[in-house]
Nanobody, 120 residues
């Protein structure tokens, strides 16, 4: 069974950086696209960033462009989300998932989620 295990996250001040990791049990990440989503309290889960299996194509929602970078190390079967210049509106639970597109229903496997809190 595929499991995605996330790490990283935490409480930081605005302007700080964080790096989230998403590792898979079973070699699934190195052959599938991966997306990062986030969910703020009372809001729907939203697409943040995605990366093709090759790593050659990346996608970002407008609000994180030029601040977030999605990376992958297929040799380690791990995908990362580097988040710089964090803002309070970036607060939420972040999830990695295997699938494609910008809608949650396009993804089959999900990580457990990790809390990111940005204070002003």
């Amino acid at each position: 069974q595929v499991q995605l295990v996330q790490s990283g996250g935490g409480l930081v001040q605005a302007g700080a950086s964080l790096r989230l990791s998403c590792a898979a049990s079973g070699r699934i990440l190195n052959s599938h696209a991966v997306g990062w989503f986030r969910q703020a309290p009372g809001k729907a889960r939203e697409f943040v960033a995605g990366i093709a299996w090759s790593g050659l194509n990346t996608f970002y929602t407008n609000s994180v462009k030029d601040r977030f970078t999605v990376l992958r190390d297929n040799a380690k079967d791990t995908v990362y989300l580097q988040m710089n210049s964090l803002k309070p509106e970036d607060t939420g639970v972040y999830y990695c998932a295997v699938g494609r597109g910008s809608r949650p229903d396009g993804y089959d496997y999900w990580g457990q989620g990790t809390q990111v809190t940005v204070s002003s």
